[in-house]
């Protein structure tokens, strides 16, 4: 939602607006009745209301591609994950990723908040949960010998992406989710945005937590 | 997988991050606008409440309300809008004087209204305690009279920084700010004037 009040212009547009609403409303009221006034007062609510909540979307930014020279033999590789970062799938495929190339992964966590804690800036608890799931993370990578460090990022993967995007020039993006049907990130199209916006290959690894828990009480 | 040393960031220096929150000063517009809306909310609840239960007569006899004084009150204050949007807009361009006279002229209106309204009080002929209806009038337009001696009170401080050198194209957001305030007491003032003085 936009605040129409966000700038002296956009306050003297509303108050325009409003002049004209109930200067419409008046009008009717005095020559048609009460009930066309209401009439009147009824449209232009309804009218309103469908121009606010149906104008343009913002214009999407434009695609974001780190500015690095690329090196021989070297490979960056930025993985994006929430709760799926200790998962098994993940690990063995950055593992897959980095055989016979110098590697360098940044593993980002992002934040995940409520949204009233995110409009409120209450991210405290949020970043320390994304930091423990990283640590633990990124302990066992440096375990299994791959060159890694972690960031907790926007709460927002895209916004997170970005961010590290600006300082770690990735040469491919790793989104780590849950499978289909579990997985928010899915459902709101992070993969399929991620790819529009940033002009870095995107794999997308599918990590079944469950599945991997049940097959660890198995053995 | 070879082991080695990189540094922390890549071959550019790192671009100024800007995060997705939102800005604090959205966000706090956002949170007071919210506030006032809310705040307004819970006295015009009380206003139609009275209407409504009442009888179709409004205002109730034997009360009556000054509409054309009011409607001229409604024109000054309006225009002291277009007063402040044209000091705004001139700064932006640089022109101080055209800034200087649109706060002082916004000022005086913002001041005449108030005037007018204590007159007002003063001569309508019924109190705040002769009844819901004496007691609402007073509360919803006291209400909006006490926003405007804030507006008041906050271009009175922009006028002076104005007359002193401050502002300037690039940094206004003092009049910005002000002006965002002034068109909200403007446009709370048009819904209490379109429903207690005309409707």
Redesign the interface.
Known sequence: MKNPLRSEAAAYRFLLGTIVYFAAIVLASVVGGRWWGVGVFALLTAAAAVWFFRRDPVAPPPQTAPRRRAVEGEKRILVVANETVGGRTLREMIRERSEGVREEVLVVCPALNSPLKHWVSDEDEARDAAQKRLDASVAQLRAAGINVRGEVGDGDPLQAVEDALRTFGADEIVISTHPEGRSHWLERGVVTNARDRFAVPITHVVVDLEKEREEVQHR | ????A?A?????P??A?V????DAR??G??LF?ASEIMLFGAFFTAYFFIRVSGSDEWPLPPFHLPVFVAGVNTAIL?TS?FT??WA?QSIKRGNRAGLRAGLVLTLLMGLTFLLTQITEYARVGFAPHDGAFGTIFYCLTGLHGAHVFVGLTILLFVTIRAFRGHFSPAAHHG??IG??YW??V??MW??VY?TIY??
């Open positions: 997988m070879e082991a080695h990189h922390a960031h890549a071959d550019h790192p671009i991050n995060s997705s929150r939102v959205v966000l517009m956002l606008i309006v809008s402040m949007h705004l009049v910005e002006g965002i068109h909200f403007d446009v048009i819904v379109s005309i409707l």
